[in-house]
């Protein structure tokens, strides 16, 4: 069993940056293929961005290729995102999630066993 919480949501201005946080707790965390997805209201969830368990391999949504970069620290069981340009349809409830290592399509979210609770970032227009 993984515990999964997120943390550094909120409100930030167009073309500025945060960066999330998800700390895990129980099974180690370096096991464990990491993503983060978003939910934006009355649309369906979307893939932001994976890591496999060494950081050897990322992929990204394609909406937020070039702009977010997901990164993790296994000493501290920490998973991070850092958002940079954002922009108004980047707001949503962002979802940190994790699955075991042989994920093969890491996009899918069926994929993952594991589910935070989400945080909120808002980007007026």
């Known amino acids: 069993q993984v515990q999964l919480v997120e943390s550094g949501g909120g409100l930030v201005q167009a073309g500025g940056s945060l960066r999330l946080s998800c700390t895990a707790s129980g099974r180690t965390f370096s096991y464990y293929y990491m993503a983060w997805f978003r939910q934006a209201p009355g649309k369906e969830r979307e893939f932001v961005g994976a890591l496999n368990w060494n950081g050897g391999k990322s992929f990204y949504g394609d909406s937020v290729r070039g702009r977010f970069t997901i990164s993790r620290d296994n000493a501290k069981n920490t998973l991070y995102l850092q958002m940079n340009s954002l922009k108004p349809e980047d707001t949503a409830v962002y979802y940190c999630?994790?699955?075991?290592?042989?994920?093969?399509?890491?996009?899918?979210?069926?994929?993952?066993?594991?589910w935070g609770q989400g945080t909120q970032v808002t980007v007026p227009s």
């Open positions: 999630a994790a699955g075991r290592d042989t994920i093969r399509t890491p996009s899918r979210s069926d994929e993952y066993d594991y």
